[in-house]
């Protein structure tokens, strides 16, 4: 199920969403312009969080966490990710203020890449792409918006208004099949699914504590 858009207004501008995305478009343009694919692979080999160098030396191998966000694997991944992105940050970074939202949506991206490592501590395998931040984001939507709408495409041309709680409900179920299924069957694929389910967890129980309550929060599941 693909989210088109939602019926949830702002107030103003999403100033960080749109850095946010403009750095990670940036960043990926940026892969493609090297030369050779052996450079392309250097690089995401140098930034792109790898669980085995970072646990056997977090300090010196920190800046992955931060790094490894606004890289991507390919253009499907960049597409999929920054359509999340646009469909729900907004209302996040306007509920929670400009600085606020930076931090929820960095810290978040921090615990689920951390999430991802502690079920792969002994990978090599590279973690790119920016969904456990933005499934930080979308735990925090639930929360918050629970009752807007999120226009629904489900393949091939079925198209639905349905409720945030269920959507993204539904969502955050299927990544914590996926993960428990990939550690049942010792095969995680090439999806990160933890760095989702940690992700989406913590949007979930922690936004409250980077906003006050406001009158128009949508407190309600049904």
């Known amino acids: 199920m693909l989210p088109l858009r939602d019926n949830n207004p702002k107030s103003k501008p999403a100033f960080f969403m749109w850095l946010i995305l403009a750095i990670n478009v940036g960043v990926f343009i940026y892969q493609l312009s090297l030369d050779e694919p052996i450079m392309q692979q250097q690089f995401i080999l140098q930034y792109g969080f790898i669980p085995r160098l970072f646990f056997a ?12 966000m606004f890289m991507h694997g390919s253009l499907a991944h960049i597409a999929s990710n920054m359509f999340f992105l646009w ?11 400009d600085m606020k939202f930076l931090g929820f949506y960095l810290l978040g991206g921090v615990l689920a890449t951390l999430a991802h490592g502690l079920f792969s501590l002994r990978s090599p395998v590279p973690m790119v792409g920016a969904s456990g931040a933005i499934s930080a ?11 807007c709408k999120v226009l629904t495409l ?19 179920v299927l990544q914590f099949v996926e993960a ?4 049942i069957v010792g095969n995680q694929g090439g999806v990160a ?30």
């Open 57 to 68: 030396n977090p300090v010196g191998n920190a800046y992955r966490l931060i790094t490894s």
């Open 87 to 97: 469909v729900f940050a907004d209302n996040i970074e306007d509920r929670l203020g």
């Open 137 to 147: 984001v979308l735990g925090a939507y639930i929360v918050l918006f629970p009752r």
């Open 154 to 172: 489900i393949p091939p041309f079925f198209v639905f208004w349905l409720p945030a709680w269920f959507y993204l409900g539904y969502w955050g």
């Open 180 to 183: 428990t299924s990939g550690v």
């Open 193 to 222: 699914w933890w760095a989702h389910v940690g992700g989406f967890v913590f949007g979930f129980l922690m936004v409250r504590n980077f906003t006050a309550p406001a009158p128009y929060d949508d407190k309600q599941p049904f």
